[in-house]
């Protein structure tokens, strides 16, 4: 585990471009620059172009390629939250940008990619980040609202009508947050997303997420939206049971399904099996 992820090299300045709409950036962020070089590595070798998001409440960093009617959306996971049990990261970019680098290997022709609030930018760049945003508030509304507005954006530069959601871990429970307020959403995968997070937090015996919203409590909305909820039968992060606590609470059973994979754990091993599960079928049957 890397005790310092701080880069003492310049920051190069940004840029403005399409249309003042966004910002194109080459800004890693002093702070884990070494992560964001590292990200965009990543993104580059796949073709993604990049651009920082403003919105109401934090700019996001995205990564994005294609245009077209449907696009499909990665949204990071929780990244760096905690540095141990107790004590909260000084910075929640992630050490593997998982929800990237399956991004990277898929291949639709209009591909998004969307980080956390605070990941990869410099805080003084991010107004308003503390660490309440990537722990007890990390699914709060004004992440949900701010991801949303995000697609609002993409929308334009994609020239999307509607979009496929992708989430990994914590960004599997924003993706359902945000498709249950959206009616531009046609699908919704997550992969090892804690989709009951009060389940989830009493089965690691820690607080709840008393500023978050928990997607399960938000089923009813998605009742009739196709969604495939990937899970690794090994994962001592995200264990099956919180994933079917969720399809529980769906109101028909018709538009979801779980898949759990033998021998697969949190964050190992998903990007070389992806292409392979994006290929399971994904739709709605016997639905009144």
């Given at each position: 585990?890397?005790?310092?992820?701080?880069?003492?090299?310049?920051?190069?300045?940004?840029?403005?471009?399409?249309?003042?709409?966004?910002?194109?950036?080459?800004?890693a962020?002093?702070?884990?620059?070494?992560?964001?070089?590292?990200?965009?590595?990543?993104?580059?070798?796949?073709?993604?172009?990049?651009?920082?998001?403003?919105?109401?409440?934090?700019?996001?960093?995205?990564?994005?390629?294609?245009?077209?009617?449907?696009?499909?959306?990665?949204?990071?996971?929780?990244?760096?939250?905690?540095?141990?049990?107790?004590?909260?990261?000084?910075?929640?970019t992630?050490?593997?940008?998982?929800?990237?680098?399956?991004?990277?290997v898929?291949?639709?022709?209009?591909?998004?990619?969307?980080?956390?609030?605070?990941?990869?930018?410099?805080k003084?760049?991010?107004?308003g980040?503390?660490?309440?945003?990537?722990?007890?508030?990390?699914y709060?509304?004004?992440?949900?609202?701010?991801?949303?507005?995000?697609?609002?954006?993409?929308?334009?530069?994609?020239?999307?009508?509607?979009?496929?959601?992708?989430?990994?871990?914590?960004?599997?429970?924003?993706?359902?947050?945000?498709?249950?307020?959206?009616?531009?959403?046609?699908?919704?995968?997550?992969?090892?997303?804690?989709?009951?997070?009060?389940?989830?937090?009493?089965?690691?015996?820690?607080?709840?997420?008393?500023?978050?919203?928990?997607?399960?409590?938000?089923?009813?909305?998605?009742?009739?939206?196709?969604?495939?909820?990937?899970?690794?039968?090994?994962?001592?992060?995200?264990?099956?049971?919180?994933?079917?606590?969720?399809?529980?609470?769906?109101?028909?059973?018709?538009?979801?399904?779980?898949?759990?994979?033998?021998?697969?754990?949190?964050?190992?091993?998903?990007?070389?099996?992806?292409?392979?599960?994006?290929?399971?079928?994904?739709?709605?049957?016997?639905?009144?």
């Open positions: 585990m890397a005790t310092d992820r701080r880069d003492a090299g310049r920051c190069p300045a940004l840029r403005r471009g399409l249309a003042g709409l966004l910002l194109l950036s080459t800004l962020g002093c702070a884990g620059a070494g992560l964001a070089d590292r990200a965009d590595t990543v993104a580059r070798a796949a073709g993604f172009q990049r651009l920082i998001i403003p919105t109401s409440a934090f700019p996001l960093l995205a990564y994005v390629k294609g245009g077209g009617p449907i696009a499909r959306v990665y949204i990071e996971g929780d990244g760096h939250a905690w540095r141990d049990r107790y004590t909260p990261s000084d910075d929640p992630p050490w593997d940008p998982v929800a990237l680098k399956l991004a990277a898929d291949p639709s022709a209009t591909v998004a990619w969307l980080a956390r609030p605070c990941q990869y930018l410099l003084d760049n991010s107004p980040c503390a660490p309440t945003w990537w722990t007890d508030r990390r709060h509304e004004s992440v949900i609202a701010s991801v949303s507005e995000a697609l609002d954006r993409l929308r334009i530069v994609l020239r999307a009508g509607r979009f496929e959601l992708v989430g990994f871990s914590g960004g599997g429970s924003v993706a359902a947050l945000v498709a249950a307020r959206r009616n531009d959403i046609a699908s919704l995968r997550t992969v090892a997303a804690n989709l009951d997070t009060t389940l989830w937090t009493a089965l690691h015996h820690v607080s709840p997420l008393d500023g978050s919203l928990n997607p399960a409590d938000f089923a009813t909305r998605l009742g009739a939206l196709p969604q495939l909820h990937f899970v690794g039968a090994d994962d001592p992060v995200v264990e099956p049971a919180v994933t079917q606590s969720f399809l529980a609470r769906l109101p028909t059973a018709g538009c979801a399904a779980a898949v759990v994979i033998p021998g697969i754990g949190h964050g190992v091993a998903w990007r070389e099996i992806w292409p392979d599960l994006l290929r399971f079928p994904i739709g709605c049957r016997n639905v009144s």
